[in-house]
């Protein structure tokens, strides 16, 4: 028992040690690229490599302006990955109060056909759902964009698990004062679940914002290029002028560096729920 | 949502369907044929070779980095939450952004890597450029990103095993190691194999950071894992039938695994929360 005292209040600096050459050696490529952004190009071809910027420029982030049109491309990922986000968490939030809530032929069947959905890799879908997408006349638009990523397996599952564990009695209450379904779920099991919501909501935000393989493959105008696409590009369009590709990445890395700072528990939490039921 | 699109590509592997020329009939089993033993099989097998040893390699490392990593984490250090999300970072930053920092960090003439290299006397490394060296670059950058989110779910699950059980250990005299063997590694089976399972399907469904950093399949065709190797089919070569069979075989590999998977690991539920 004494032992197991001690071993609380004494620290472990040995590994502390280990750990943080590690954290830092996985931050490394974020720290480069930032302070990298803010070099010269003389200063990028310069040897030995230089850590800081001999002068702080921000040519480069006018530059990618210049070089491509990087405004569209942000605009049009704002866009997109609100417009997924908000149509992902309205299915869901539905299909989980559905789910969980309410009784309907077909219910059990329904989850195992959710849940076995999770398990087919979005490479075998995605030459049928072109070939559709493009004979609705879809590709190049937003809404060939957003529309087949509506997948909300993973989502409907994070919240069925929180929804599932919201008292029944709660909500007879709720229906004896009157309430229907509508009125339930927003005033009884939405507010109850807020947590699990943000994190579905955030997860799904960053999930678009980083959506690359079906947008790259559904667009072929560069107005409808996302992102991730348009940083694709950069790599040949900019040829090499890496402190300009650093400026685009960290721009573009930025909405997801703040939510990280901000939500970095909520964003664990999303990924320890995943192993939740394997 | 996805089972039509599912019978779809069922039914476009038995076509001949190409997008180039317009040509659609029913063709059978040639697709697979063709894959399997036609003129270009050589590409299919290959593909399928990167994809496993990729998936063998990853896997290795990133499992047991992340288990090191866990153990070291859940132990009293300072700083916990610092480290935990300094491992985690890669994991939610997109693909592209992170492949661009690692395209210069591979650059064989101004890449720091290379640059090190030559400052401790070592000859320079073509990295990306070469067939023999392409595959590993795309492993490196791989297994710096994939560590977090294993590193995030084991620790999950050793915070999560009950202090009761160590400190029966610890009055029957256990060491800090004996505890670690016999009681956290049996307890966490459940989460290391699903960890193990979702890195290995992950593998299987690899695609973003080979198409951004070696957008041809690398030299030689060295860098092509099997969606690449779908991706070229279909919108390259607009062989939509090929295409659809290569990602149906892919499909039964996943699934198999899967399968495995689940034998293997026993089919405890992880409970992480």
Redesign the interface.
């Given at each position: 028992m004494r032992l197991g005292h001690r071993k609380l209040v004494h620290r472990n600096w040995i590994l502390f040690v280990i750990l943080l050459i590690g954290a830092l050696s996985m931050l490394f490529p974020f720290v480069w690229m930032t302070l990298s952004s803010f070099k010269t190009k003389a200063d990028v071809y310069s040897f030995p490599p230089r850590w800081l910027p001999t002068v702080w420029t921000w040519e480069n982030f006018k530059a990618v302006f210049d070089m491509i049109p990087f405004l569209r491309y942000y605009l049009n990922s704002i866009y997109t990955s609100v417009l997924q986000t908000v149509l992902v968490m309205l299915v869901s939030i539905l299909a989980s109060y559905a789910l969980t809530k309410m009784r309907f032929p077909g219910q059990r069947t329904y989850s195992m056909f959710l849940m076995s959905s999770m398990f087919v890799p979005a490479v075998v879908t995605m030459i049928p759902l072109y070939l559709t997408v493009s004979a609705m006349g879809l590709a190049d638009t937003y809404a060939g964009i957003v529309l087949p990523q509506i997948s909300t397996a993973f989502t409907t599952m994070l919240l069925s698990s929180f929804f599932a564990g919201i008292p029944n009695d709660l909500l007879d209450a709720a229906r004896l004062d009157g309430c229907g379904h509508f009125r339930i779920l927003t005033k009884v099991v939405m507010p109850n679940t807020k947590g699990a919501i943000s994190t579905a909501t955030l997860f799904s935000f960053l999930t678009a914002w980083k959506s690359y393989t079906w947008p790259l493959i559904i667009t072929t105008k560069t107005e409808y290029r996302t992102l991730p696409i348009g940083l694709k590009y950069l790599v040949t369009e900019s040829s090499s002028e890496y402190q300009i590709m650093m400026a685009a990445s960290l721009m573009a890395i930025l909405p997801v560096l703040i939510a990280f700072i901000f939500c970095e528990k909520q964003l664990v939490r999303s990924i320890t729920l995943t192993g939740m039921k394997s | 949502?996805?089972?039509?699109?599912?019978i779809?590509?069922i039914q476009?592997s038995f076509t001949n369907y190409n997008t180039i020329t317009g040509s659609m009939s029913a063709a059978g089993f040639s697709n697979y044929v063709y894959l399997l033993t036609g003129s270009t099989s050589e590409y299919f097998y290959q593909a399928l070779g990167h994809t496993a040893i990729y998936a063998a390699v990853q896997l290795t490392f990133d499992v047991t980095l992340a288990l090191l990593?866990a153990v070291?984490?859940d132990?009293?250090?300072?700083?916990k939450?610092?480290?935990?999300?300094?491992?985690?970072?890669?994991?939610?930053?997109?693909?592209?952004?992170?492949s661009?920092?690692?395209?210069?960090?591979y650059?064989v003439n101004?890449g720091?890597f290379n640059?090190i290299l030559s400052?401790l006397g070592l000859p320079a490394c073509k990295w990306l450029l070469s067939e023999k060296t392409s595959l590993m670059s795309i492993l490196i950058f791989s297994i710096?990103k994939g560590?977090?989110?294993n590193v995030?779910?084991l620790l999950?699950?050793l915070q999560n095993i009950s202090d009761s059980y160590l400190?029966a250990g610890?009055i029957d005299g256990a060491t800090g190691w004996q505890l670690f063997w016999k009681i956290k590694l049996p307890l966490l089976r459940?989460?290391v194999s699903?960890v193990v399972?979702m890195d290995l399907?992950g593998a299987?469904?690899v695609?973003?950071e080979v198409?951004?950093m070696t957008?041809d399949g690398g030299p030689l065709r060295s860098t092509m894992l099997i969606?690449n190797y779908?991706?070229e089919l279909?919108?390259t070569n607009g062989r939509?039938g090929r295409?659809?069979a290569c990602?149906?075989i892919?499909?039964i590999i996943?699934?198999l695994c899967?399968l495995l998977q689940r034998k293997l690991g026993g089919s405890k539920?992880?409970?992480?929360?």
């Amino acid at each position: 028992m004494r032992l197991g005292h001690r071993k609380l209040v004494h620290r472990n600096w040995i590994l502390f040690v280990i750990l943080l050459i590690g954290a830092l050696s996985m931050l490394f490529p974020f720290v480069w690229m930032t302070l990298s952004s803010f070099k010269t190009k003389a200063d990028v071809y310069s040897f030995p490599p230089r850590w800081l910027p001999t002068v702080w420029t921000w040519e480069n982030f006018k530059a990618v302006f210049d070089m491509i049109p990087f405004l569209r491309y942000y605009l049009n990922s704002i866009y997109t990955s609100v417009l997924q986000t908000v149509l992902v968490m309205l299915v869901s939030i539905l299909a989980s109060y559905a789910l969980t809530k309410m009784r309907f032929p077909g219910q059990r069947t329904y989850s195992m056909f959710l849940m076995s959905s999770m398990f087919v890799p979005a490479v075998v879908t995605m030459i049928p759902l072109y070939l559709t997408v493009s004979a609705m006349g879809l590709a190049d638009t937003y809404a060939g964009i957003v529309l087949p990523q509506i997948s909300t397996a993973f989502t409907t599952m994070l919240l069925s698990s929180f929804f599932a564990g919201i008292p029944n009695d709660l909500l007879d209450a709720a229906r004896l004062d009157g309430c229907g379904h509508f009125r339930i779920l927003t005033k009884v099991v939405m507010p109850n679940t807020k947590g699990a919501i943000s994190t579905a909501t955030l997860f799904s935000f960053l999930t678009a914002w980083k959506s690359y393989t079906w947008p790259l493959i559904i667009t072929t105008k560069t107005e409808y290029r996302t992102l991730p696409i348009g940083l694709k590009y950069l790599v040949t369009e900019s040829s090499s002028e890496y402190q300009i590709m650093m400026a685009a990445s960290l721009m573009a890395i930025l909405p997801v560096l703040i939510a990280f700072i901000f939500c970095e528990k909520q964003l664990v939490r999303s990924i320890t729920l995943t192993g939740m039921k394997s | 949502m996805f089972i039509i699109p599912v019978i779809q590509v069922i039914q476009l592997s038995f076509t001949n369907y190409n997008t180039i020329t317009g040509s659609m009939s029913a063709a059978g089993f040639s697709n697979y044929v063709y894959l399997l033993t036609g003129s270009t099989s050589e590409y299919f097998y290959q593909a399928l070779g990167h994809t496993a040893i990729y998936a063998a390699v990853q896997l290795t490392f990133d499992v047991t980095l992340a288990l090191l990593i866990a153990v070291m984490l859940d132990a009293n250090v300072p700083l916990k939450k610092f480290l935990r999300a300094s491992y985690f970072a890669p994991v939610v930053v997109p693909i592209v952004a992170s492949s661009l920092i690692w395209i210069w960090f591979y650059d064989v003439n101004i890449g720091p890597f290379n640059q090190i290299l030559s400052w401790l006397g070592l000859p320079a490394c073509k990295w990306l450029l070469s067939e023999k060296t392409s595959l590993m670059s795309i492993l490196i950058f791989s297994i710096w990103k994939g560590l977090g989110y294993n590193v995030v779910l084991l620790l999950a699950g050793l915070q999560n095993i009950s202090d009761s059980y160590l400190e029966a250990g610890r009055i029957d005299g256990a060491t800090g190691w004996q505890l670690f063997w016999k009681i956290k590694l049996p307890l966490l089976r459940p989460i290391v194999s699903f960890v193990v399972m979702m890195d290995l399907i992950g593998a299987f469904k690899v695609f973003t950071e080979v198409n951004v950093m070696t957008p041809d399949g690398g030299p030689l065709r060295s860098t092509m894992l099997i969606v690449n190797y779908i991706y070229e089919l279909a919108f390259t070569n607009g062989r939509m039938g090929r295409a659809s069979a290569c990602a149906l075989i892919l499909f039964i590999i996943i699934f198999l695994c899967t399968l495995l998977q689940r034998k293997l690991g026993g089919s405890k539920t992880v409970d992480l929360d």
